[in-house]
């Protein structure tokens, strides 16, 4: 599979494409402590929005629980000062007898896909603090975006309405993660551009599983709601924006 037929779905999804404004701010060296760790940050986030989904709609206390130390020593690390974590900690947290289980087909299919996607994020996330180690980077806590909080208006308040919506976000955060991914490559130094392009593949899939589960749930057609939170999206990274970070507006 070429980085086109990864990229093209993803495109198609996104109603707007990264505008040049932001790429040219991304591209600015000094912008590059602030952006690997927002992108540091947003790893984790995005684990954490997968590990949320499975306490609230799956797991039961046992398996929430062990899912739940599964990621804190990251989250220790990022909002709390804790140690550096590391491969070790990642490997061993994982095995079957972390993870959930139910017998209902769909939530079945939600722990699995979420949990291969908590994974992968945990890995992208250490990767990304090798790379700030490597440039002797610091890890400074930063605010976040509005970009989240803004796409989270979007969702409905009652059930199984907000599901659909929180997968459906989940999908278009996936999505433009992919495209900023790839859009931003081709401006940075050989390494950097390296590392851009193999986490397509993987965002490519986790925005597929998002919509994949969206249908699954939904006893309606999702398509409206596919538009709607979609030309959400796209308002919040066509804005100006005040902040600069991953998933930010039009530098303002
Ligand atoms: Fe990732
Ligand atoms: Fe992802």
């Not at 000094?30 to 709609?57: F, G, S, V, W």
């Not at 459906?168 to 790839?182: K, L, M, T, V």
Request: proline letters at 6%; charged letters at 25%; one cysteine or more.
């Amino acid at each position: 599979m070429t980085q086109q037929d990864t990229l093209a779905p993803v495109l198609r999804f996104l109603h707007s494409a990264t505008p040049q404004a932001w790429i040219d701010c991304a591209r600015r060296p000094e912008n590059l402590p602030l952006l690997l760790t927002d992108h540091m940050i947003c790893e984790l986030k995005a684990a954490q929005t997968a590990l949320l989904l499975i306490r609230k709609y799956v797991a039961d206390k046992r398996g929430g629980e062990a899912l739940l130390a599964w990621l804190s020593p990251y989250e220790a690390f990022t909002f709390r000062n804790g140690p550096e974590p590391d491969i070790a900690a990642l490997n061993k947290r994982i095995g079957k007898s972390v993870m959930p289980h139910t017998d209902d087909p769909w939530g079945q299919a939600l722990i699995e896909r979420m949990v291969l996607l908590i994974k992968e994020e945990l890995h992208h996330f250490l990767q990304v603090r090798e790379v700030m180690i490597a440039r002797n980077i610091p890890y400074v806590k930063i605010t976040a975006s509005r970009y989240a909080r803004g796409l989270l208006r979007e969702v409905r308040t009652y059930e199984p309405a907000a599901l659909v919506d929180k997968l459906i976000c989940g999908a278009y955060i996936e999505a433009r993660s992919c495209e900023r991914f790839a859009a931003l490559a081709p401006y940075l130094d050989e390494p950097l551009e390296k590392f851009y392009l193999s986490l397509l593949r993987s965002e490519a899939r986790h925005y597929q599983d998002y919509l994949l589960l969206a249908r699954q749930v939904s006893s309606e057609v999702i398509e409206p709601r596919i538009r709607a939170i979609g030309e959400a999206e796209a308002r919040l990274i066509l804005a100006p924006d005040s902040e600069f970070r991953f998933h930010s507006g039009i530098p303002a």
